[in-house]
């Protein structure tokens, strides 16, 4: 489901399912409409001159450091010779692509462009760590020729800024960082480039600086059915970042409330409490993984921005972080909040009940689940407040 048509022909034969009054087949489309929405694919590529740190920014956007296992290789001088893929690791179907330094090629940019496999890429990522060069102008031109979306991405801005402050009598950083920007900015004008846009980063701190307008900037260009996929294997930079991620998720319950539904009408005994437990794992487990709740996810944090691990995990609130979500915990969590065994024989009982049993078993069903789920979700949206809010020292209250 690359296309957005596709998108739409889903929702359309969802609608269709329904309104013709065949349930198991609206429960059948609804949730490969869930699985297909999950594996839609955004492939990124990173490129840039030697050294620039497009290594870097590849481990940073996938939550992991230099030298961590399968993590892209870092160094002084170009690391990389091939194009070379590095997918996300909670989310396989964003993929970074690693590009070899176009000064480092034999091709010109309009063959350079041909032999990374420019269709692949949803949008080019440029990154320099000075100003950017004869090399990179050209390139970009050539993905403008292309009609590809191209970002400028200033890089080690975190160096500048502490050298410049030791240099300094007085030292202004917000001053230092528009001088940075207009300096990048101008020398593209200069190449003939117009209106250029340049974010400054941090490759070991993106919560710093134009990451969070990166993000934005992104998401507003991208086709709208691709951009649950950035946001989702976004790093949590900001609590903005953290409550987009809340609303993305929240916008799916209903189709997967509707696919519970779906499901109680179906007169097979226990085929809906089966199916029902199996989405609440799959879209709780998204839940963990997207806020970066997940045992890896909270460590990598702690080392990261060197808060103990123990003052993390301790504000944490929700039984369903840094664990495994199993049927069981979710089971045992749903009758703690009132979704109780006798609920759950009530929408088994009505569906046998003339005329309107199934009716009242589709609404226990749905409402059921899309309680269970909005509850679940504020919980862990909330833990990721907290945690994001304790790691970087933020004053801000959840």
Same mark, same amino acid.
């Given at each position: 489901?690359?296309?957005?048509?596709?998108?739409?022909?889903?929702?359309?034969?969802?609608?269709?399912?329904?309104?013709?009054?065949?349930?198991?087949?609206?429960?059948?489309?609804?949730?490969?409409?869930?699985?297909? /929405?999950?594996?839609?694919?955004?492939?990124?590529?990173?490129?840039?001159?030697?050294?620039?740190?497009?290594?870097?920014?590849?481990?940073?956007?996938?939550?992991?450091?230099?030298?961590?296992?399968?993590?892209?290789?870092?160094?002084?001088?170009?690391?990389?010779?091939?194009?070379?893929?590095?997918?996300?690791?909670?989310?396989?179907?964003?993929?970074?692509?690693?590009?070899?330094?176009?000064?480092?090629?034999?091709?010109?940019?309009?063959?350079?462009?041909?032999?990374?496999?420019?269709?692949?890429?949803?949008?080019?990522?440029?990154?320099?760590?000075?100003?950017?060069?004869?090399?990179?102008?050209?390139?970009?031109?050539?993905?403008?020729?292309?009609?590809?979306?191209?970002?400028?991405?200033?890089?080690?801005?975190?160096?500048?800024?502490?050298?410049?402050?030791?240099?300094?009598?007085?030292?202004?950083?917000?001053?230092?960082?528009?001088?940075?920007?207009?300096?990048?900015?101008?020398?593209?004008?200069?190449?003939?480039?117009?209106?250029?846009?340049?974010?400054?980063?941090?490759?070991?701190?993106?919560?710093?600086?134009?990451?969070?307008?990166?993000? /934005?900037?992104?998401?507003?260009?991208?086709?709208?059915?691709?951009?649950?996929?950035?946001?989702?294997?976004?790093?949590?930079?900001?609590?903005?970042?953290?409550?987009?991620?809340?609303?993305?998720?929240?916008?799916?319950?209903?189709?997967?409330?509707?696919?519970?539904?779906?499901?109680?009408?179906?007169?097979?005994?226990?085929?809906?409490?089966?199916?029902?437990?199996?989405?609440?794992?799959?879209?709780?487990?998204?839940?963990?993984?997207?806020?970066?709740?997940?045992?890896?996810?909270?460590?990598?944090?702690?080392?990261?921005?060197?808060?103990?691990?123990?003052?993390?995990?301790?504000?944490?609130?929700?039984?369903?972080?840094?664990?495994?979500?199993?049927?069981?915990?979710?089971?045992?969590?749903?009758?703690?909040?009132?979704?109780?065994?006798?609920?759950?024989?009530?929408?088994?009982?009505?569906?046998?009940?003339?005329?309107?049993?199934?009716?009242?078993?589709?609404?226990?069903?749905?409402?059921?689940?899309?309680?269970?789920?909005?509850?679940?979700?504020?919980?862990?949206?909330?833990?990721?407040?907290?945690?994001?809010?304790?790691?970087?020292?933020?004053?801000?209250?959840?």
């Amino acid at each position: 489901m690359d296309h957005p048509s596709d998108f739409e022909s889903f929702k359309n034969e969802i609608k269709a399912a329904l309104q013709n009054n065949d349930q198991a087949l609206a429960a059948a489309k609804i949730q490969q409409y869930l699985v297909q /929405e999950n594996k839609i694919p955004l492939n990124i590529a990173i490129t840039g001159e030697s050294g620039s740190g497009k290594s870097s920014f590849v481990n940073a956007f996938r939550g992991m450091e230099n030298g961590d296992e399968g993590a892209a290789p870092t160094g002084c001088v170009e690391t990389t010779l091939e194009v070379t893929p590095y997918p996300h690791p909670n989310f396989p179907n964003v993929t970074l692509w690693d590009l070899p330094g176009i000064g480092s090629t034999s091709f010109p940019a309009d063959e350079y462009l041909e032999h990374v496999g420019f269709e692949k890429f949803d949008f080019f990522i440029i990154i320099s760590d000075t100003r950017f060069r004869e090399n990179d102008v050209k390139l970009t031109r050539e993905i403008q020729r292309m009609k590809k979306k191209f970002y400028f991405v200033r890089s080690k801005t975190d160096e500048n800024i502490r050298n410049e402050g030791r240099s300094q009598r007085e030292f202004n950083a917000e001053r230092t960082l528009a001088q940075i920007r207009e300096n990048c900015i101008q020398g593209l004008q200069k190449q003939g480039v117009e209106s250029p846009q340049v974010f400054l980063v941090s490759n070991f701190e993106l919560h710093l600086y134009d990451f969070h307008q990166l993000e /934005e900037t992104l998401e507003r260009d991208l086709p709208a059915h691709k951009r649950n996929a950035l946001l989702f294997a976004m790093p949590n930079v900001s609590l903005e970042i953290i409550n987009k991620k809340k609303k993305a998720f929240q916008a799916q319950i209903k189709y997967i409330a509707l696919g519970s539904a779906a499901v109680a009408a179906v007169p097979l005994p226990g085929l809906s409490i089966v199916v029902d437990v199996a989405l609440l794992v799959d879209a709780v487990t998204q839940y963990v993984v997207g806020f970066g709740l997940d045992s890896w996810s909270v460590q990598r944090l702690a080392d990261t921005t060197h808060v103990p691990l123990k003052d993390l995990t301790d504000i944490i609130v929700s039984p369903l972080a840094l664990t495994k979500i199993t049927p069981d915990l979710v089971i045992k969590l749903c009758c703690q909040f009132g979704i109780t065994s006798a609920i759950i024989a009530a929408e088994e009982a009505t569906r046998f009940i003339p005329i309107f049993g199934i009716p009242l078993a589709m609404t226990f069903s749905f409402t059921s689940t899309y309680k269970i789920l909005y509850t679940f979700l504020n919980m862990l949206a909330e833990d990721a407040q907290r945690v994001f809010t304790k790691a970087l020292g933020l004053n801000t209250s959840v």
